[in-house]
Structures are given as structure tokens and as C-alpha cells.
Antibody, heavy 122, light 110 residues
Framework: VRLVESGGGLVKPGGSLRLSCAAS????????MNWVRQAPGKGLEWVSS????????YYADSVKGRFTISRDNAKNSLFLQMDSLRDDDTAVYYC????????????????WGQGTLVTVSS | QSVLTQPPSASGTPGQRVTISCSGS????????VFWYQHLPGTAPKVLIY???QRPSGVPDRFSGSKSGTSASLAISGLRSEDEADYYC???????????FGGGTKLTVL
């Protein structure tokens, strides 16, 4: 089971970035997926979750209206479109697999990818 | 400020037992499972405890979790140097319709 994030980089405030997470080693289409971030010197912060069929999507209040989570089950890929980026969006962004049965809230994040760094700065 | 409250630091000597607390609310821990993650800087976080007190295969039985009301605890017995890491509790919050994490506890093995 492997998750590999990509797409991070340096972007100016107000700009956009699209993160990708390539999944392998499991039936991607059966699992919920999540994005979690960690700002420099700070703790883990949940960003967004998406159910296996994209029917249920959730966002943290801090990113609602600016970020869009999506997935392509045919390509075993998870995405995070980040618009109107702000300085405080600077963080390492991790994708993490959720559960494949029951409610999203009852399942844990495992495994996690190694993360991709997003830096928002002028 | 995190929705779940953890002490910022904890410490112990090799062989000791340490506990890390996690305090939430009725809409988070009070009505949902608690999960614990271990994070070593520069690596991917790893689940230590799921559904309050369950240990994934491969996690040593030195790690144990418990929950009571709106609080939870992670206990580590027989402390080892490799346990030095950041530990996070997490739970679903029904009021927020999202996951919440504690601020993290940095464990130092003296």
C-alpha cells in the first residue's frame, strides 16, 4: 500500500495549486480518502475528506470555499485544488487513506503519504 | 487553538510509563471514537490506536488507549528511546462535520 503526493511548490498569495496523490497496492475505489496538513512548527490539521464514490465530501472551515477535493478512481488518484491561497496555507500536505466500510467518522487514517510542501509567499 | 486539548509536552526515562491526555467535547470524543497517531519529524504519521483502544497489528502492546466521557488517554509503558515523537489524538466532531486533532504532545525520553 503506497500513497505518493505531488504538486507542491511556491505560490504567491491569491494563487492556485493542485495537489495529487497517487495510490497503489489497494483497491482505491473502495476507500475514503483524506487530506491533512501540518504548518511549520504546528500540529496536524485535517483539511478535507471524500468518500469512495465522491458522494460525501467534507471540508475544514479554514479551507471551505477555497479548496476542492476530488478523485479519479479509474486513475487511482486523489486531488486537492487549492485556490485563493493565503500565507497560513503554508504547510506539508499529506494524503491519507480512510476506511472502506461503515461511516467515515468511524475509520482511521492509514497509511499516510510522505507529504508535499506548499509554500505561500510573495 | 485545537478543538481537542493535549499537553504540549511529556517526558519519561527508559522503562517508565507515561500517559498523554486528550480532552474534547460531547460532540467530538463524547460521541465518537478516538484515534491516536505517532509522528516522527520528516516521516509519515502512523496510527497507534484506533476506535479508542484497539491496536493495529505491528504496534507493540506497550501502547494502549482508553476513553471516558469526553476525554481519552494514551499510555506508553516500558518507555524506549525510539518512542520519542509527537503524538496526536483525533476524533470526528459531529457539530463541525469534520475531523479534529489535538495540538500534539512532544514526548521526550530522557
Amino acid at each position: 500500500v503506497r500513497l505518493v503526493e505531488s504538486g507542491g511548490g511556491l505560490v504567491k498569495p491569491g494563487g492556485s495549486l493542485r495537489l495529487s496523490c497517487a495510490a497503489s497496492g489497494f483497491t482505491f475505489s473502495s476507500y475514503c480518502m483524506n487530506w491533512v496538513r501540518q504548518a511549520p512548527g504546528k500540529g496536524l490539521e485535517w483539511v478535507s475528506s471524500i468518500s469512495s464514490s465522491s458522494s460525501y465530501i467534507y471540508y475544514a472551515d479554514s479551507v471551505k470555499g477555497r479548496f476542492t477535493i476530488s478523485r479519479d478512481n479509474a486513475k487511482n488518484s486523489l486531488f486537492l485544488q487549492m485556490d485563493s491561497l493565503r500565507d497560513d496555507d503554508t504547510a506539508v500536505y499529506y494524503c491519507a487513506r480512510g476506511g472502506n466500510s461503515g461511516y467515515q467518522k468511524d475509520n482511521w487514517f492509514d497509511p499516510w503519504g510522505q507529504g508535499t510542501l506548499v509554500t505561500v509567499s510573495s | 487553538q485545537s478543538v481537542l486539548t493535549q499537553p504540549p509536552s511529556a517526558s519519561g526515562t527508559p522503562g517508565q510509563r507515561v500517559t498523554i491526555s486528550c480532552s474534547g467535547s460531547s460532540s467530538s470524543i463524547g460521541s465518537n471514537y478516538v484515534f491516536w497517531y505517532q509522528h516522527l519529524p520528516g516521516t509519515a504519521p502512523k496510527v497507534l490506536i484506533y476506535r479508542n483502544d484497539q491496536r493495529p497489528s505491528g504496534v507493540p502492546d506497550r501502547f494502549s488507549g482508553s476513553k471516558s466521557g469526553t476525554s481519552a488517554s494514551l499510555a506508553i509503558s516500558g518507555l524506549r528511546s525510539e518512542d520519542e515523537a509527537d503524538y496526536y489524538c483525533a476524533s470526528w466532531d459531529g457539530s463541525l462535520s469534520g475531523w479534529v486533532f489535538g495540538g500534539g504532545t512532544k514526548l521526550t525520553v530522557l
